[in-house]
């Protein structure tokens, strides 16, 4: 007999306080992108605990499948996925499970993410016989950095044996009130490529420019000609953001430094437009360096691509979230010109990439993500718990 949605939320009433306290274990402790040993031992023990097999995986991830009773073979699964890392923030709440590692916060929701999942885990694995394909279970290092630990996944092999036929992942929206869900089918979030020059001049007296190459004016010439040319040539209906977050130049009011250092972010939904517009930039930092006769090192570091959500998919589970939370509480969604290394998998299977609610004015969970104060309403890891296992089931 099918396992309808009353059953789900009994199930999940048991396991609530459970993984409540996964959740404040892991904020606790958070741990660094590819550094989250302690967080994956603890996903590991925790599994192993509820009885489900498990490996190491990429050296700080970990992976486990979930089979049938009636396992037959190498069935293609469903995979789903969680992150394990934290960012390189100072917490501000005063919380009791506030982070006890100095300088390191999940203010991304990662441990809200690991903790679902662990949940779910032990709620299919008791339910397994009326599983219709295996599920796997990917716990993820490394999101929040370059070069994001989806790609390890994928060359370890996350994705095979058995083969992954299509992918799922929540993520907190503090945007939205708790127990509410939001959904993009089709282009969502953007690619990321981050912008490191370095500029060479001929420092010396400011007074005195015939016997200087003045790198301040090399680099603001290269970033007026670099937003001029993304601007201008940006292929319609195609959105793309080139911004800039640091230029750095130890000069005076009368001293010309030698060099001048410049960060910034160029993001697309386009993957030739992005290639052409990278070329591009490197050309441009070329011209501007013959011109001055100084030299602009331009180094792109290439990041993540950009996410196309399976559009039959997220309808799919847009469905399931309608019929069992109600029409009211399912949103739709704008695209987003953050990135996110989920989309390596969109890349390669059909994927739903979906927002989970966590906002909750009158007890003050009003911050953003990234924020050093932002903490989620804990009631939602209930509903991200439900929505995973009603799409499982499904």
Not at 33 to 60: H, M
Not at 150 to 172: F, Q, S
Not at 296 to 303: A, F
């Amino acid at each position: 007999m099918a396992i309808d949605f009353e059953q789900i939320e009994n199930f999940t009433e048991k396991v609530y306080e459970k993984v409540k306290s996964y959740r404040e274990h892991l904020h606790s402790y958070p741990e660094l992108s590819y550094k989250e040993y302690n967080s994956s031992k603890f996903v590991s023990d925790t599994l192993s605990k509820i009885g489900i097999d498990n490996a190491l995986i990429s050296e700080t991830g970990v992976v486990a499948v979930i089979f049938a009773n009636h396992h037959k073979g190498n069935e293609a699964c469903i995979a789903l996925r969680a992150d394990l890392d934290a960012l390189p923030i100072q917490e501000e709440n005063d919380v009791p499970y506030k982070s006890k590692n100095n300088g390191v916060m999940h203010a991304c929701g990662h441990d809200v993410h690991t903790s679902i999942l662990l949940g779910v885990a032990e709620i299919i694995y008791q339910n397994r016989d009326q599983l219709k394909q295996p599920v796997k279970l990917i716990f993820q290092p490394g999101e929040e950095k370059n070069p994001g630990g989806a790609t390890y996944i994928i060359r370890d092999g996350g994705l095979e044996n058995p083969k992954v036929e299509k992918m799922i992942a929540l993520h907190v929206f503090p945007d939205l009130k708790c127990g509410h869900f939001g959904f993009r089918e089709g282009l969502y979030m953007a690619s990321c490529d981050e912008l490191h020059v370095e500029i060479q001049g001929l420092g010396g007296h400011g007074a005195l420019p015939d016997r200087t190459v003045n790198p301040i004016l090399m680099g603001s010439e290269f970033i007026l000609a670099a937003k001029r040319y993304i601007v201008e040539n940006t292929p319609n209906d195609v959105p793309s953001i080139i911004n800039f977050g640091h230029f750095e130049a130890q000069g005076a009011t009368n001293v010309v430094p030698d060099k001048a250092f410049i960060k910034g972010t160029f993001r697309t939904m386009d993957e030739e437009w992005r290639k052409k517009a990278k070329d591009q930039l490197l050309k441009i930092a070329d011209c501007i360096s013959q011109d001055y006769n100084g030299q602009i090192k331009l180094n792109i570091s290439h990041g993540y691509p950009f996410l196309k959500n399976d559009i039959k998919l997220t309808h799919f589970i847009r469905d399931i979230a309608k019929r069992n939370f109600g029409q009211e509480k399912v949103h739709d969604l704008p695209m987003r010109m953050t990135s996110e290394d989920f989309a390596y998998y969109s890349q390669l299977v059909p994927v739903c990439f979906f927002r989970l609610g966590v906002r909750n004015e009158g007890k003050g969970i009003i911050h953003g993500l990234h924020h050093p104060k932002f903490d989620i309403d804990s009631s939602s890891i209930k509903k991200g718990v439900q929505m995973f296992v009603a799409i499982v089931f499904s």
